[in-house]
Structure formats: C-alpha cells, structure tokens
C-alpha cells in the first residue's frame, strides 16, 4: 500500500473522535512533527485523559521544559489517574499478576545451554561443577580448568623452557604469594566482579559476614552470577543478615537463571519442603541436567516414593550423565591423578610460581 498522509489524518481524526486514545497520540505526534505544538499539546492532553500513558509522559516532558503550565499538567494526571483507576477490578488484577507469574516461571523454568561457569576458554570444554578441578588466573581472573594448567606445565617441561606467562592472557604470572595477591588486589580495584566476589568468600571464610555481604552485593551488580547464589545463601542461612525468604529467593532465582545448579538445587529443595513438588522437582530435574550431583542423588531417593516418573527419572539419570562425560579429558583426568599423587604443580608448590588459586566449593 502507498503511504498517504491525508488518508492516515483521516482514519486517525476519526478514530480519535470515536475516543480512541492511540489515534489521538499519533494526531499529536503528527503534529508535533510538523512543530504545531500547541495542537499536538492539546491531542496529548485528551489521549492521557482516556488513560494513554506515553502522551502522560510526553506532557510531563513538555512540563518540565516549560512548554506546559504546571497546574494543566496537574490536571491531566488527575484524569489520567481517573481513566486507569476506573478500568481496575479485583480480577483484572488477579488476572495481570496470572500473567506476571506466567511469564516468570517460563524464564525461570528455561534450561540455561550451560552451567554459569560455562566453557574452560582455552580447552572450550564445560567446567566441572567441583571448583577444585578449575582454578582462577591472578593476572586476568579468568577461570581455566585444571587440565589446561596441566598441558602448558607438561609442555614446558618437555621444552625445558617456561615463558613463565599466563596460558589465557600471555601476561607474566606473578612469582610468589606476595605478587599473586598484589595483582588480585588490581583486579578489585579494577570492578573485576569475580575478584571482588572471591574478596568476600575470603572474608566469610574468616568470619566476617558483613563484609562478605557488601563485597558479594558488589559483585553481583557487576553481573556475577555466583554472588547472587552466596547472597540467595546468606538470607537463607542469616549470616550477615536477617534471615529473609523472599530476598533468599530472590537471589537464588537469579542465579539459577544464569545457569547456577546449587541456587537451583536450593529452590527446588525450598519448593519441595513447602510442598510444591511440582516446581521442586522441575528444578531438580534442571539442575541435576547440569551434571549437578546432589541433584541426581535426590531424584534417586525420590523415584521409589512416585514423586517422578520412570521416564523422568531415566532422563535424569542420561542427562546428568551426559554433562559429566562433556567435562571430562585426557588433560583433566591426568591433573586430577596428579592432584592425587600429590604431584600437581600449582597447588602443592606454591614457591614454584603458583598464580592459580582455587575458587571455594559451593
Ligand atoms: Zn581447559
Ligand atoms: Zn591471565
């Protein structure tokens, strides 16, 4: 179809002396872009008196440069208020906080692609779930799974050579403790949110909740998804805090959207308990897919009780299994032998120019 102004004006004045409030905000838009603003004040003023919020808000704008006279302005926002308090009742509003908690649960219940501890970057493979199998890079925060720590110790040792430089970021990593906390330090000055959010697990873990608190809620400003879990913890547990379940869920919801298995672990086990089976066990289910252990164990227990079908349960079980079979390789099967053996270079020699440090178990 053509565009033509005359007939759109048309079709517009006559829908707007029908009472159509949309009509009437695009008239005032028209008008407003042919710069008749006083005509298109006036449309404005009509559309936001039938309750159309955008004219309302184009008004306020028009107040505050001065182009409105506050007390027309006070007078549009009381009929506006009119118009919108008039077409509320009980189960309108029933029906809006239906459709609230629908469009939550369909993101809440959204199987994230992976865990929030995504993809090694240099192997490209999941992580495992067990953070003593990764470790965090001093210079650049980044976390790198074990296996690849490994391989550049292996190939240096068959070079006889170290660059002595972060297989991630190629800066030199830092020689001894001093160093290592030295850049740590940088990289929360620097707003890294993981930095920050072991910052705090290294408070908490010496007793000072409050700090850990304010460090975690940092972190989970800047985006960190493991800060909410700790933040979604702390108000279950009430360290730091008062106890608060709404703020618990609140933060655990999050995490678990972001991928988090323990957060989502923990809702489920909170559903459960209250008796919601229903969302317990679908977050369950979604955990354990993540290769999450104690999820797994649970639906083993609950199984023979009926709480999940046959079908559910073996799903489970090879879904579960398929995320632990993605973490696995040569690589990280010979760190963790190494780990066993006590020859694993990074952890157990540190005065060997350790710059890796574990970040703490969930
Ligand atoms: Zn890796
Ligand atoms: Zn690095």
């Not at 079709?11 to 009472?19: D, K, P, Q, V």
């Not at 030199?172 to 890294?192: F, G, L, Q, S, T």
Request: overall charge negative; charged content about 30%.
């Amino acid at each position: 179809m053509e565009k033509d102004e005359s007939k759109f004006v048309y079709h517009c004045e006559e829908a707007a002396i029908g009472g159509h409030p949309r009509a009437r905000h695009n008239l005032g838009a028209h008008e407003e872009d042919n710069q008749n603003t006083e005509r298109a004040n006036k449309h404005f003023t009509i559309a936001a008196s039938l309750g159309d919020d955008e004219s309302l808000k184009l008004l306020e704008e028009s107040c505050e440069s001065g182009k409105v006279e506050k007390d027309d302005f006070a007078a549009v926002v009381r009929a506006h208020k009119a118009a919108v308090d008039a077409t509320k009742s009980p189960q309108r509003e029933f029906a809006s906080v239906a459709l609230q908690q629908l469009e939550h649960d369909k993101l809440l219940f959204k199987r994230p692609e992976c865990s929030h501890l995504e993809d090694c970057p240099i192997c490209l493979l999941p992580m495992d779930l067990d953070n003593e199998k990764n470790g965090m890079l001093a210079c650049c925060s980044k976390l790198l799974c074990d296996g690849c720590m490994m391989a550049k110790k292996i190939s240096e040792e068959e070079r006889s050579d170290t660059d002595g430089k972060c297989p991630f970021c190629r800066q030199p990593c830092p020689k001894n403790e001093v160093e290592m906390k030295k850049n740590i330090k940088k990289r929360v000055d620097a707003n890294d949110p993981f930095a920050i959010r072991e910052k705090g697990l290294r408070c908490y873990e010496k007793g000072d909740h409050v700090t850990a608190l304010e460090l975690w809620t940092k972190a989970a400003n800047l985006g960190d998804i493991d800060a909410h879990f700790r933040l979604g913890k702390a108000y279950s547990l009430g360290e730091g805090v008062e106890k608060d379940v709404n703020k618990q869920t609140y933060y655990y919801e999050i995490a678990a959207i972001g991928g988090h298995p323990s957060a989502r672990f923990n809702l489920g086990a909170h559903d459960f308990n209250s008796g919601n089976i229903d969302r317990g066990v679908k977050h369950i289910m979604i955990s354990a897919s993540h290769g999450h252990d104690l999820s797994i164990q649970t639906i083993k227990q609950i199984y023979p009780l009926g709480y999940v079908t046959k079908e559910e349960f073996a799903a489970a079980l090879r879904a579960h299994k398929a995320a632990v079979d993605a973490t696995k390789s040569i690589q990280r099967e010979a760190s963790a032998e190494a780990q066993r053996n006590k020859t694993w270079p990074y952890v157990f020699h540190p005065d060997k120019g350790s710059h890796i440090s574990h970040p703490r178990n969930f």
